[in-house]
Nanobody, 121 residues
Framework: QEKLVESGGGLVQPGGSLRLSCAAS????????MRWYRQTPGKQRELVAT?????????DYIDSVRGRFTISRDNAKDTVDLQMNNLEPADTAVYYC?????????????WGQGTQVTVSS
């Protein structure tokens, strides 16, 4: 059974760092694009960072986190991490891990349960 489990959220002061991790199980991971989203109450889920399927290592970020966040994946361990540095109060949200594959019709999308990140002094 396909499953994603996030960990690593918590409370951190502005300027601090956190590392989120997402562990995949089942038949998903290497062929899947891996993404981190975040969501705050009353707002739509926002795509934060993307890493390409396989081993290319190609990444993309929204402008507000570029240079502060780094997404990485370990295909041997079926994990994807989000290193978040120089955190700001605006980064406060529930962060979700997503696995996406356009090969299938309809596309496959799997989600984790989310982990809370709170940036506050």
């Amino acid at each position: 059974q396909e499953k994603l489990v996030e960990s690593g959220g918590g409370l951190v002061q502005p300027g601090g760092s956190l590392r989120l991790s997402c562990a995949a199980s089942g038949r998903i991971f290497s062929p899947y694009i891996m993404r981190w989203y975040r969501q705050t109450p009353g707002k739509q889920r926002e795509l934060v960072a993307t890493i390409a399927a396989g081993s290319s290592g190609t990444t993309d970020y929204i402008d507000s986190v570029r240079g502060r966040f780094t997404i990485s994946r370990d295909n041997a361990k079926d994990t994807v991490d989000l290193q978040m540095n120089n955190l700001e109060p605006a980064d406060t949200a529930v962060y979700y891990c997503n696995a996406h594959n356009d090969y299938y019709s309809p596309p496959h999308d799997f989600w984790g349960q989310g982990t809370q990140v709170t940036v506050s002094s």
